[in-house]
């Protein structure tokens, strides 16, 4: 199947910095990217819908200034959390349809811990 | 999309078939049900969607009842690396465009 990479794995920031996380899908192109957040013992939430040259799409709370998203490509989206803290640290995962199959495929994920 | 039912947990020994049910009373005629597992702090991932026949691939067997208003995954040799959190979604097929609401899912245990 697609293959969807996510970088970093894990990070960890101090309070009021900002983080960035890329989502590649390496063997596709991807139009749509999704990102999710999944605190722990709970599911993934979707946070927003990332679209290549338009405005992401957030779902609602959530909110779009502090997690700023970029589909600079038709492979990368970006998700910076800005002014992280320590309520921000959970798992965020990406996602994106496989090129010409109608499931989606999930990146690794990424871990952020804010101190 | 419609909302699905499944159980918080299951058990099942190692090298038997594994059966997860999915209720989904209220699916319409077009909507599909996909199943994804995620394996402790990874991402989820795909293992097989129906419409309305019965599916099987490398992974599982996926058994849709006639009246679509329930289904079940079927994992035939349980492995302990089929411990996971098991989602049953049901949702529109647009290929791949549509965003995913992931419910609390079936934690499934494999016992050695």
């Known amino acids: 199947g697609a293959v969807v990479s996510q970088h970093p794995s894990r990070v960890i920031c101090k309070s009021g910095t900002s983080v960035k996380i890329e989502c590649r899908s390496l063997?596709?192109?991807?139009?749509?990217m999704f990102w999710y957040r999944q605190f722990p013992k709970q599911s993934l939430m979707l946070m927003a819908t990332?679209?290549?040259?338009?405005?992401?799409?957030?779902e609602q709370g959530v909110e779009k200034d502090k997690f700023l998203i970029n589909h600079a490509s038709l492979t990368l989206s970006t998700l910076t959390v800005t002014s992280a803290h320590p309520e921000d640290s959970s798992f965020y995962i990406c996602?994106?349809?496989?090129?010409?199959?109608?499931?989606?495929?999930f990146g690794p994920g990424t871990r952020l811990t804010v101190l | 999309d419609a909302k699905t039912t499944q159980p918080p947990s299951m058990d099942c020994a190692e090298g038997r078939a594994a059966n997860l049910p999915c209720n989904h009373s209220?699916?319409?005629?077009?909507?599909?049900v996909y199943w994804y597992r995620q394996i402790h702090s990874q991402g989820p991932q795909y293992i097989i969607h129906?419409?309305?026949n019965n599916e099987t691939n490398e992974m599982a067997s996926l058994i849709i009842t006639e009246d679509r208003k329930s289904s079940t995954l079927i994992l035939p040799h349980a492995t302990l690396r089929d411990t996971a959190v098991y989602y049953c979604?049901?949702?529109?097929?647009?290929?791949?465009?549509?965003?995913?609401?992931f419910g609390t899912g079936t934690r499934l245990t494999i016992i050695p």
């Open positions: 209220t699916i319409s005629g077009n909507e599909y």
């Open positions: 063997d596709f192109q991807a139009t749509t």
């Open positions: 979604i049901v949702r529109f097929r647009n290929f791949g465009n549509e965003k995913l609401t």
């Open positions: 990332s679209n290549e040259g338009s405005k992401a799409t957030y």
């Open positions: 129906g419409l309305k």
């Open positions: 996602s994106a349809p496989g090129g010409g199959t109608d499931t989606q495929y």
